[in-house]
């Protein structure tokens, strides 16, 4: 939603869908010799100057804190209306918001001082803007909730009507308007809608009149970019929408239209010519018309009926830049995140390092550790290999203090000769 700078205020107003308008809003029974304010609560103006001119004027007999002021555009998204995706609603940012603007602009064009009518025209700001240049429009919606809303929003708008209504069965009389006008629209109707849609803007339209369109190019909108819209019943191709438009519109004149990046360079003096080129640091080419996303089709019964004059190139921008804000608020965003991403990596990379520098100490740890252990046990080995030589030598102590304790004895004295002699018979024997 666009923002909306407001001063203190006693009253409650809504917004408005006017092209950079400003709305005063006074409290109640004010007094003063502007007749403009004189009986009014509220106040809607088309520039910022003009309401500080007011406010100025309101300023010198009373307190002009009580006005509340509200500087709105005609993308302020209405307070009663939500975006779901079915119907562009004003406010929405984006490329969806550049591509509704570029349609109705570029139809502006074509319905000077004519009869109009703006099918599945929904909020209602594109008939808003058809109605700067034409003679009457005729917004007709199926949803009486959308109509209600923009019956509200544009009710300043003496030339403009919305109308509850259908594409299939349209609630205007046989060749009562000089120009069709429907964007988005065809693709929300079944196959076997689609052809009785044409042939009621057929049927509304004088015999020179005109239908302006527009429709996805499914190849493009969807296929390529493996995505569903799920409010489209039935998308087209070009092939398939020249078939259609054939039966009641043999003559048309095709547009491409997608959101187109480059650098522009614009002549102050105009003389209807254009260029466009495509290329790098070493070669430029003319440029094509690139794939379109959406097809813009001006068609009618005869080629009298087109109009002579119509631009090769149509360029649009919003008045204030926000879409252009947006992206590069978007673009510093992005690089923001990634200077943080850099200072996070910067900080996780330290973290490894010392994450790194505390397994190289566990694991030198561990090494010292395994090493003393295995010394320890090789001392352990040691011990009881001297414990055990130990034993074995207390062992042979032993035996030899108990032979020379029985050598010692009376007995063993006794019983000497005769062992001497028992040795010496076997000393014989052996000889």
């Known amino acids: 939603m666009s923002p909306v700078r407001r001063a203190s205020s006693a009253s409650c107003g809504c917004r408005i869908g006017g092209i950079n308008g400003v709305r005063l809003d006074f409290p109640s029974g004010i007094e003063t010799s502007d007749t403009t304010l004189r009986g009014k609560s509220s106040l809607t103006l088309l520039s910022s100057s003009a309401a500080a001119s007011r406010v100025r004027r309101y300023a010198r007999i009373h307190d002009s804190r009580n006005i509340r002021v509200e500087f709105v555009t005609n993308d302020s998204m209405s307070a009663d209306l939500e975006f779901t995706g079915e119907r562009y609603v004003p406010g929405t940012a984006g490329e969806i918001a550049h591509e509704h ?29 058809l109605a700067e240049t034409a003679a009457h429009v005729t917004g007709v919606d199926i949803d009486a909730a959308t109509l209600a809303h923009a019956r509200a929003v544009y009710a300043d708008r003496p030339n403009v009507e919305f109308v509850e209504g259908s594409a299939t069965s349209l609630p205007l009389a046989n060749a009562s308007v000089d120009v069709a006008v429907s964007f988005e629209t065809i693709e929300h109707l079944d196959a076997a809608d689609q052809p009785r849609m044409l042939a009621e803007f057929a049927r509304v339209l004088k015999p020179e009149g005109v239908l302006i369109l527009s429709s996805p190019n499914r190849p493009e909108y969807s296929d390529a970019r493996a995505y569903s819209n799920p409010f489209h019943r039935h998308e087209l191709d070009r092939d398939e929408l020249e078939r259609l438009l054939e039966a009641d519109f043999p003559v048309r004149r095709w547009y491409r239209q997608r959101r187109y990046l480059g650098s522009a360079l614009w002549c ?31 068609a009618a019964r005869t080629p009298a009926a087109l109009p002579a004059t119509f631009p090769s190139l149509s360029l649009f921008t919003d008045s204030d830049d926000r879409e252009l804000e947006r992206i590069d608020h978007e673009a510093r965003e992005v690089l923001r995140l990634d200077s943080l991403l850099r200072t996070r990596d910067d900080e996780f990379r330290d973290q490894v390092r010392h994450s790194h520098e505390l397994e190289a100490m566990v694991a030198q740890r561990d090494r010292v ?41 009376v007995r063993w004295w006794c019983t000497l000769p005769l062992l001497r002699a028992r040795r010496l018979w076997n000393r014989m024997r052996a000889a």
């Not at 074509?110 to 594109?126: L, M, Q, S």
């Open 101 to 129: 603007w570029h349609r109705y602009a570029f139809a502006r064009a074509f319905v000077a001082d004519r009869r109009v009518i703006d099918v599945a025209c929904g909020e209602g700001y594109g008939s808003a803007v």
């Open 369 to 409: 550790i395994n090493e003393r252990t295995a010394a320890e046990d090789a001392l352990q080995a040691q011990l009881r290999a001297a414990i055990a030589e130990r034993d074995r030598l207390a062992g042979q102590v032993a035996a030899q203090e108990r032979i020379m304790m029985y050598r010692e004895s």
């Open 268 to 298: 102050e003096e105009s003389n209807g010519a254009y260029e466009a080129a495509v290329g790098d640091a070493t070669i430029a080419r003319p440029a094509q018309p690139p794939t379109a996303m959406y097809f813009v089709v001006m």
